[in-house]
């Protein structure tokens, strides 16, 4: 099976550099043509071939994921739990400067150190915790299909399934840079390690070589 990758398109709180989190933040006017040009690019070349489209449950990834599909004539769009972003806790809604002024220490572990972290407040996650459930979600679609998967997710879901694919450890998370709507392919095939085909690219939106580094991450 071929994962073909993609992480949702912008939201506000990207731009403004707000910790998002599992809040259920829209798609900006750019993010909802960042999802209409990846679903061209995907549509050029995978028109009827996807099995299947899967997305987390929150609407910057689920309305990217239904471009897609309807631009690749896929009919099968499956919402998996273990797909949602990682729980940011009491981070949620406010920008990098609000979280440096309150945890300057927990902030500086999580850009340094960030398999040490848990996040702060109800419900704050671990990256392990976010890894176990989205390599559950992977497994269980390689289970369940045979050919070409589209998934679409999120930043730190992305980065923590590359850690394994990879079998690199959580503590390079920071190593990977994932744009939004960049496309990132993974080639899962029995009793032999995963293989990364592709990471990151986003061409297809008409960017440069440089992407800014978001704050809210």
Same mark, same amino acid.
Request: net charge negative; hydrophobic share 40%; proline share 4%.
């Given at each position: 099976?071929?994962?073909?990758?993609? +992480?949702?398109?912008?939201?506000?709180?990207? %731009?403004?550099? +707000?910790?998002?989190?599992?809040?259920?933040? &829209?798609?900006?006017?750019?993010?909802? &043509?960042? $999802?209409?040009?990846?679903?061209?690019?995907? $549509?050029?070349?995978?028109?009827?071939?996807?099995?299947?489209?899967?997305?987390?449950?929150?609407? %910057?990834?689920?309305?990217?994921?239904?471009?897609?599909?309807?631009?690749?004539?896929?009919?099968?769009?499956?919402?998996?739990?273990?797909?949602?972003?990682?729980?940011?806790?009491?981070?949620?809604?406010?920008?990098?400067?609000?979280?440096?002024?309150?945890?300057? %220490?927990?902030?500086?572990?999580? !850009?340094?150190? /960030?398999?040490?972290?848990?996040? /702060?407040?109800?419900?704050?996650?671990?990256?392990?915790?976010?890894?176990? +459930? &989205?390599?559950?979600?992977?497994? $269980?679609?390689?289970?369940?299909?045979?050919?070409?998967?589209?998934?679409?997710? !999120?930043?730190?879901?992305?980065?923590?399934?590359?850690? !394994?694919?990879?079998?690199?450890?959580?503590?390079?998370?920071?190593?990977?840079?994932?744009?939004?709507?960049?496309?990132?392919?993974?080639?899962? %095939?029995?009793?032999?390690? /995963?293989?990364?085909?592709?990471?990151?690219?986003? !061409?297809?939106?008409?960017?440069?070589?440089?992407?800014?580094?978001?704050?809210?991450?």
């Amino acid at each position: 099976m071929r994962l073909f990758i993609v +992480r949702h398109g912008e939201t506000e709180w990207n %731009r403004d550099g +707000r910790f998002q989190g599992q809040q259920d933040t &829209a798609l900006s006017e750019t993010g909802l &043509a960042q $999802a209409d040009k990846v679903a061209a690019y995907l $549509a050029e070349r995978m028109r009827g071939k996807f099995e299947a489209i899967a997305a987390s449950p929150l609407s %910057r990834a689920k309305i990217t994921a239904e471009k897609i599909a309807s631009a690749c004539g896929c009919n099968r769009l499956d919402v998996i739990p273990g797909l949602t972003e990682i729980n940011h806790g009491d981070w949620e809604g406010l920008l990098s400067s609000e979280v440096k002024k309150l945890w300057p %220490r927990v902030l500086d572990l999580w !850009h340094t150190s /960030p398999h040490t972290v848990i996040m /702060p407040g109800d419900g704050g996650e671990s990256l392990r915790g976010v890894q176990i +459930r &989205a390599c559950e979600a992977v497994d $269980a679609m390689a289970s369940a299909y045979d050919g070409d998967v589209c998934v679409t997710a !999120h930043d730190a879901v992305i980065k923590v399934l590359l850690c !394994h694919f990879l079998g690199a450890p959580l503590s390079s998370f920071w190593n990977f840079q994932i744009a939004n709507c960049s496309l990132t392919i993974a080639e899962l %095939r029995k009793d032999t390690p /995963p293989r990364v085909n592709l990471m990151g690219d986003a !061409h297809f939106l008409g960017a440069g070589f440089e992407t800014p580094e978001q704050k809210g991450l």
